[in-house]
């Protein structure tokens, strides 16, 4: 990844491409910023970029076909290195040769001069988890590494790094995305617009927590299309099981960390008897959000039944199979299948119990 696919960052991007350029890099970085941001991401881009043997000059980039570059895109390029902690620390051992534990990455790398890339190229992943004693043992190096070498320390909070460590080390600060910045970066992916807009902006500036987001929003998405169809095509006697697996796949749905469910929750109103635990809150609101998610894929049905296989639809990456399933149907019995939807969808909002609302919706959809 060169320094072109970086989302945002686009000073500190320059601050690099500049030092590459005018050969004024430091010896040692140390990159700040939150969880996800894009730390490790403009790292490696930094390594590719310095490493590189025939970089591209204004601006600065790494070549891409270079036989270091080509190593760098596969993650194997034995130069630049990754050290993530040991556990809970970054300890010694991983640095330094001792008794019984594998080779320490620096113990014969910082005297010789790179034989595949331009530079040796380490970096720290979480320079706030070095042990004392690691810390210390890295002081003289971080302080005057040979030309050749390059470290670059990634760390959330400067404030717990050892302060040994940050006067030794320029410091670069990684703020939060702009949310526009995302937003057409997943679009450019293939996202769609209402998704990646909504992804954008509930992952608070942090580019890799959107991916990671978007990537899962796919997953789902194929999930409810599948679920769906596989619904359409069932006999009543499957009505039981397919409910219940409606309701486990919902609550799959539920984000750790991310209130994206929050949003779609106060649409439920504030009728909701205040005896409703929220536990059953939240179980009802995950049930809705797959509900509303086979409505979507009932729209598309709808939409490719009467205006042919060229509508505009949500789940275009299943074109096909929906068009199939469209003929199976006249408009007017898929209009009647989405009320029944909608009215599913109520019903869950106004608090009937979400086992008796799948099973009659269940059977309802595959009888009609
Ligand atoms: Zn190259």
């Known amino acids: 990844m060169g320094f072109a696919e970086i989302v945002g960052h686009a000073g500190p991007t320059r601050l690099f491409q500049r030092s590459l350029a005018a050969d004024t890099m430091a010896g040692c970085y140390l990159l700040e910023g939150p969880q996800s941001v894009g730390k490790t991401t403009l790292a490696m881009a930094v390594a590719q970029a ?146 990646a807009s909504m992804t954008a902006s509930v992952c608070q500036g942090r580019p890799g927590l959107a991916f990671a987001l978007a990537e899962q929003d796919s997953k789902e998405a194929e999930t409810v299309v599948r679920f769906t169809l596989e619904m359409l095509r069932s006999s009543l006697l499957d009505a039981p099981r397919l409910s219940e697996a409606l309701r486990k796949m919902a609550v799959v749905r539920k984000i750790a960390d991310v209130p994206i469910a929050s949003t779609v929750e106060t649409a439920a109103g504030d009728d909701e008897g205040s005896e409703a635990a929220p536990r059953d809150k939240a179980a009802r609101s995950t049930v809705g959000g797959f509900v509303e998610g086979m409505m979507d894929v009932l729209r598309d049905i709808f939409r490719l039944r009467v205006t042919g296989a060229d509508a505009d639809i949500t789940y275009a990456g299943c074109r096909t199979e929906l068009q199939a399933m469209s003929e199976l149907r006249t408009p007017g019995e898929w209009m009647a299948a989405l009320t029944l939807l909608d009215t599913a969808r109520r019903r869950l909002d106004q608090n009937a119990g979400i086992g008796l609302v799948t099973d009659w919706m269940v059977a309802e959809l595959i009888a009609a």
């Open 50 to 195: 310095a490493s590189c043997l025939n970089p591209l000059e204004d601006p600065y980039e790494a070549c891409g076909e270079c036989s270091s570059c080509r190593l760098v895109a596969s993650h194997s390029q034995p130069e630049v290195v990754l050290i993530p902690p040991a556990g809970d620390s970054t300890q010694i051992w991983q640095f330094w040769d001792r008794d019984g534990r594998p080779p320490g990455a620096l113990q014969h790398a910082l005297q010789f001069a790179p034989a595949v890339g331009r530079r040796r190229v380490i970096i720290i992943e979480r320079a706030d988890t070095l042990t004392e004693g690691a810390a210390n043992s890295l002081l003289k190096s971080l302080e005057e590494p040979p030309s050749y070498v390059l470290f670059l320390l990634l760390t959330q909070s400067i404030a717990r790094v050892l302060p040994t460590v940050v006067s030794r080390s320029q410091c670069v600060r990684l703020l939060p995305v702009p949310r526009s910045a995302i937003e057409a970066r997943l679009v450019s992916l293939g996202v769609d617009p209402f998704h």
